[in-house]
């Protein structure tokens, strides 16, 4: 009996005395439940574009106060080099790979709104799971995750089907070709391929009628309308020039309607932050997530006026020094609301900066410091590696920097987490929970190897030998750059992953992060004498991470990423698409 009573006050009392002995060293962890969560994430902004990060001539005060005030990442991963698989691993915490979301052709992102591939609905995103442990969830800015599976309005692969319960914003992304006076960038490629169809299929509706005519070839009248029919519509749409690729992907919506087909390209920055501020606004009672999803740094830099001509860096840095003024706005009203202590701030670019995007001699793209490479390469660290920073005051330690290896997919854990909800049991999570990392609760990151992918194919691999410090990484594949030894492709505007664009090593370029960042001296087994060790080990996990992987339907398979008329999101009757429902309101003056 005495015993029962000991062991019944010891069972009460021992979890007192461990929560006392282990309190946390910032702050209690009953005030770390559920903070809101600003997500802001750039796009293809390199990590050479940031004042904190080495720049010294672009200005980004607002970015760099964040780093001040929080945790700066040096050694920052993106899952992939391109939009739509970085962001959908950024999403659900796993490579790509895993949700069929990264390319096996040269089709490497979602191409039209009217596609058929996407984020697939049965992917759990972070913001499902913060939904459903009672966040209010927004998502302001670009998607580019598909809209529609099956007919026009089944938006399976819209932000409203993946957790978010307020959208604003394009579904697709910024594009050349959405500014009317700028050279169209998706539109040069297709107009080539859409005018040899052209022909094609009016030479074969010719021939019909004729065959018809001349009672040579049996043809229904039927079948001859609808071949007229679709010469006549691909002979317009290669007529009508840039204009069918602004009114099919430039358009903006709000949660399930579209609002501007095609988005009045001027009033879109003011847009974008004020429904940002009104959404953190509107949810300032009770947890909220807000992933603003930039539309800047890419091309073609909706800039506004007020900062054309500022920056040193043509109109590249006034778009980037615009953007950090819109962090500066969004950081502003947490702090107006009081929410600066119990708000968890993240920046991050989606993947590094655009090398190969030039115009004469201006440089349109982002620059990726001292590390190679760049956009759309899978293995070189300045197509992966970016800023990343956290800011939580009280509960992350400020004005400090942490250099490792961490991932964008990290987030997913990291938020789960601290929304109080669990991981899915179901499939493999490659992401870590960053905040013992981040509190300095622990010195490694979780991270021990991390696989660079460009498309479906297997680039690079890079190994945290924590014992020793050194961050070994093994490139089994680079691509060839063109002019040779150019450092981008910029014959063709993106490296390729796979085919006569790129080199196999074997055995595999090794290279030790911590002694040379910028990848420029591969070692050899007769300068390093780890090599074989080295590789083997690499070897190893390779095949233990294939292990993991299941096959998936192809997301952006040649069928999915085609533009499909009957998927195509309308504000009108398709194919009279037009609309601006904006054009009322008055625009706040921010
Ligand atoms: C700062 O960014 C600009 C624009 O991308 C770039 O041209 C410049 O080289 C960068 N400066 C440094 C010191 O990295
Ligand atoms: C927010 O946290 C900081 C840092 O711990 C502290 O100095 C400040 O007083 C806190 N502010 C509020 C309103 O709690
Ligand atoms: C989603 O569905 C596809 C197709 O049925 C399947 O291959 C995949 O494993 C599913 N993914 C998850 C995370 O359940």
């Not at 992401?431 to 013992?436: E, F, I, S």
């Not at 991470?545 to 009108?572: A, D, F, I």
Request: proline fraction near 6%; include cysteine; charge should be neutral.
């Amino acid at each position: 009996m005495i015993w029962q009573l000991t062991s019944y006050w010891t069972s009460l009392v021992t979890p007192l005395i461990f929560s006392l002995l282990l309190q946390p060293p910032l702050t209690q962890l009953s005030i770390i439940t559920q903070p809101n969560i600003v997500l802001l994430m750039a796009d293809d902004l390199g990590i050479g574009d940031v004042g904190c990060y080495g720049n010294d001539t672009i200005r980004t005060p607002n970015i760099d106060q964040l780093a001040k005030e929080g945790v700066k990442l040096t050694q920052h991963i993106a899952a992939a080099p391109l939009c739509t698989p970085s962001r959908a691993a950024f999403l659900t915490g796993r490579y790509p790979i895993r949700s069929g979301m990264d390319a096996i052709n040269n089709y490497r992102v979602i191409f039209w709104n009217g596609g058929s591939g996407g984020l697939p609905p049965n992917e759990t995103t972070f913001a499902k799971i913060l939904q459903q442990q009672g966040y209010s969830t927004g998502l302001i800015g670009k998607w580019h995750q598909g809209v529609n599976c099956e007919s026009r309005n089944d938006h399976c692969h819209h932000p409203l089907n993946h957790g978010f319960d307020y959208f604003y914003g394009m579904p697709f992304t910024l594009i050349s070709d959405c500014q009317p006076n700028e050279t169209p960038e998706m539109d040069r490629a297709f107009r080539r391929k859409l005018w040899l169809s052209t022909q094609m299929i009016g030479l074969v509706t010719l021939t019909a009628a004729l065959g018809r005519l001349t009672g040579l070839i049996s043809v229904r009248w039927k079948m001859l309308i609808c071949l007229a029919g679709f010469s006549l519509l691909f002979f317009i749409s290669w007529f009508s020039s840039y204009g069918f690729v602004r009114y099919w992907n430039c358009i903006m919506m709000r949660n399930h309607e579209v609002t501007e087909q095609p988005m009045v390209t001027d009033r879109t920055t003011s847009l974008i932050l004020r429904e940002s501020i009104s959404f953190i606004e509107r949810n300032k009672h009770k947890p909220f997530l807000l992933f603003l999803s930039f539309l800047h740094s890419h091309t073609p830099l909706l800039t506004t006026e007020k900062f054309l001509g500022r920056s040193h860096h043509g109109l590249y840095g006034d778009n980037v020094e615009e953007m950090d003024w819109m962090v500066g706005q969004v950081l502003e009203v947490i702090d107006k609301e009081g929410l600066k202590n119990t708000t968890l701030v993240y920046f991050a670019s989606d993947h590094g900066g655009w090398l190969e995007r030039q115009e004469g001699k201006r440089q349109l793209g982002g620059w990726n410091g001292i590390y190679r490479g760049g956009k759309a390469m899978g293995g070189w660290e300045g197509g992966i590696r970016v800023p990343g920073i956290f800011r939580w005051p009280g509960v992350l330690p400020a004005a400090t920097v942490i250099d490792e290896p961490t991932s964008l997919m990290d987030i997913y854990p990291t938020v789960v987490h601290l929304a109080g909800g669990v991981l899915p049991q179901d499939r493999v999570i490659d992401g870590r929970d960053l905040m013992p990392l981040l509190r300095g609760t622990v010195e490694h990151s979780e991270h021990e190897f991390l696989f660079h992918y460009c498309g479906i194919h297997l680039h690079a691999v890079r190994w945290h030998q924590k014992d020793s410090g050194a961050i070994w990484k093994a490139h089994y594949v680079t691509p060839v750059f063109r002019p040779l030894g150019a450092g981008a492709c910029y014959d063709r505007g993106f490296c390729p992953c796979f085919g006569e664009g790129v080199t196999h090593h074997d055995p595999p370029l090794l290279f030790d992060l911590s002694r040379d960042p910028s990848e420029a001296k591969p070692l050899s087994p007769d300068t390093e004498p780890l090599f074989d060790t080295v590789i083997r080990k690499m070897g190893r996990a390779i095949e233990e991470h294939r292990r993991t992987l299941t096959p998936v339907p192809e997301q952006l398979s040649v069928y999915n990423v085609v533009w499909k008329p009957w998927l195509q999101p309308c504000c009108g009757t398709f194919p009279f698409c037009w609309c601006d429902k904006e054009g009322d309101n008055k625009l706040a003056n921010l």
